[in-house]
Nanobody
């Protein structure tokens, strides 16, 4: 069974920085992509950033130039460095990964979510 465990959320003032981490564990055969989504109260869950196995990345327009996604393939861990945070970045951030195991095939997994709150 695969688990995604997130850490690094918290409360920060506008203009500050936070770094989120997400580690995948279990009987992992391969990881296609790992990324981050966020969901603010009353809104849909939206993509923030994703790191593909080939090294490519993709960002939401709202975070380009402020957030950086990186990945440690050896540790099956993805990071999200968030700089110049704004109050509108306040949301629950969810880790997402497409993982293949030899027993369950390829499935999209989700972390439990970590709260990021940016005060003005």
């Amino acid at each position: 069974q695969v688990q995604l465990v997130e850490s690094g959320g918290g409360l920060v003032q506008a203009g500050g920085s936070l770094r989120l981490s997400c580690a995948a564990s279990g009987n992992i055969f391969s990881v296609n992509y790992m990324g981050w989504y966020r969901q603010a109260p009353g809104k849909e869950r939206d993509l923030v950033a994703v790191s593909i196995r080939d090294g490519s990345t993709n960002y939401a327009d709202s975070v380009k130039g402020r957030f950086t996604i990186s990945r440690d393939n050896a540790k099956n861990t993805v990071y999200l460095q968030m700089n110049s945070l704004k109050p509108e970045d306040t949301a629950i951030y969810y880790c997402n990964a497409r993982i293949t195991t030899l027993t369950t095939g390829t499935i999209d997994y989700w972390g439990q979510g970590t709260q990021v709150t940016v005060s003005s």
